[in-house]
C-alpha cells in the first residue's frame, strides 16, 4: 500500500538489451502527437531486463509473482472495453516471494511473430507494447513499453497501369492513366489526364489522396474518409487533345499501407480522386483505389551515382522527340 | 530491381492537333438577359426581360437565339426543373412582393435600380442553370431559353440527341 506511507513500492523500468542500436520510428499518438518508438519487424527476437526499483529502501517487497507480457492487440475506440489480442505472449520472471532488494530480471522473446504493422486511427488502434506485472494483493504494479512495427514488402510482381476512360455523354470525356496501381510510401504517382471532349467550361483540376479506414463487420460497418492531399495539377480551360502530366510525391504526406481486413476487424485503403471543377463551381469527380505498401530500406548509392542514373535517363528520352515533332508542325 | 531514384519521366501523350490547340473552344455558351421593358398600362403591368443565348454546343438547337420572358416564367422554369431534374436549382433573385404594396415612396416592381438588380441575378441564375450538364438534358430548359413562347401545358421530358 503507498498510501500512509506504511509498506513498500516499486518503479519498474523495461530495458531493451539492444537498445543503443535498434532504430527508433516516429508514430502518431491518439491525441495527434508524435512519438519516437524502438522498431521491429515481425521475426525479430525481444529481448532487455526488466529493472525493479524498490522505493523505500531497507523495506521487503511482497509479490505473488513477477511476470513480462508481450502484447500485440487492436483496440477499436467505440468499444474500448473489449480488446482484441491476436499475440499475446508471457514469461514468469519470479514466483510469488519478497524482493529484499532493487533487482534485475532477463527477458527474450524469441522470434516474436508480428503480423500486422502498428496502426493509429481514427476510429482503432493496433499496438504492440511489453507489459511488466509484479503482482500484489491489492493492487499491481505495471509498466507498459510500445513498440512500433512495420511490415515489409517486396516489389509486387504484377504492378499494372491504370487506365480508363470516362465520362459524362456529350459533355466531357477524359482518359485517365496512372502509371502503376501498387504504390510504395515513398514512391511517386506519374500520370497523365487526356481531355477526348471538353463541352464543359473547366476552371481548374485536381488531385486527391483519399484515405479510408472501415471499422465494424457486417450492419454496423463504419467508413471515415479522410482527405490526406488535394494536389493541383491544372489552372485555366482545356480542350480537346490537351493532355495534362501528374507527378505527385507520397513521401511528403503521412501515409500509411494499405491494411485490408486485418484481423477481420478493420481496414484503410487509399484512394486518388481526380476532381473536375468548372466555372459554376460543379465538381465532376472519378475515384480510384491504388494500394500503398512499404519498402524495406535498402543500402543508398552515393549522389554521384544517383545523378549519373538520372542524366542518362533524360538523353534521348520522349521528351525531345516531341518537341522536335512540333518544331516540324509549325515550320 | 528499381535503384532509388525514381523513374518520374512523363508518359508518352501523342501531340495535339494544331487546330484542337487554337481553334475556338467547344464549350462556348454565353447567355445575356437585357433590355428590361415594361409592358401594359395600370395594374396589368409587368417586366419583361430579353435572353440572348450564343452558343456552340451541339445540344442548342440554334445556335443563336433571343426571346423575351418576364419573372414569372423563370419561376415556372425553376419549379420545373426542381421537380424533373436531379439539379440543385440556384435560387432567383427576391420576389419582391413588399414592393408590390401601394404607398411606397418609389415606383416599385418597376423602380429603375430594382429593375437592374433584378436582371443581374436572373442572368446569374440562367449562366448557372444552362451551363448544367444534367439540365441541358430537360425540355423545359430548351423550350424556355429558344421557344418564341413558354408553353406550361407541355409534356415534361429529356432532351436525347441522335
Redesign the interface.
Known sequence: MSFFGFGQSADIDIVLSDGETRKKAEHKTEDGKKDKYFLFYDGETVSGKVNVTLKNPGKRLEHYGIKIEFVGQIELYYDRGNHHEFVSLVKDLARPGELSSSQSFDFEFAHVEKPYESYTGQNVKLRYFLRATISRRLNDITKEMDIVVHTLCTFPELNSSIKMEVGIEDCLHIEFEYNKSKYHLKDVIVGKIYFLLVRIKIKHMEIDIIKRETTGTGPSVYHENDTIAKYEIMDGAPVRGESIPIRLFLAGYELTPTMKDVNKKFSVRYYLNLVLIDEEERRYFKQQEITLWRKGDIVRRSMSQQAAIASQRFEGSNSTNALAQTKEASS | ?????????????K????S??Y?P???F?EIDVGNPETVGVGRGRFTTYEIRLKTN???FKLKESCVRRRYSDFEWLRGELERESKVVVPPLPGKALFRQLPFRGDDGIFDDSFIEERRQGLEQFL??VA???LA?NERCLHMFLQDESVDKNYTPSKVR?A
Not at chain 2, 1 to 13: E, G, S
Not at chain 2, 15 to 18: A, E, F, K, T
Request: overall charge neutral.
Open positions: 530491381m528499381a535503384d532509388a531514384v525514381a523513374d518520374t519521366r512523363r508518359l508518352y501523350t501531340p495535339q492537333n494544331l484542337d490547340a481553334g473552344p467547344s464549350n455558351l454546343l451541339p445540344i449562366n448557372k451551363g448544367h450538364p441541358q440527341q
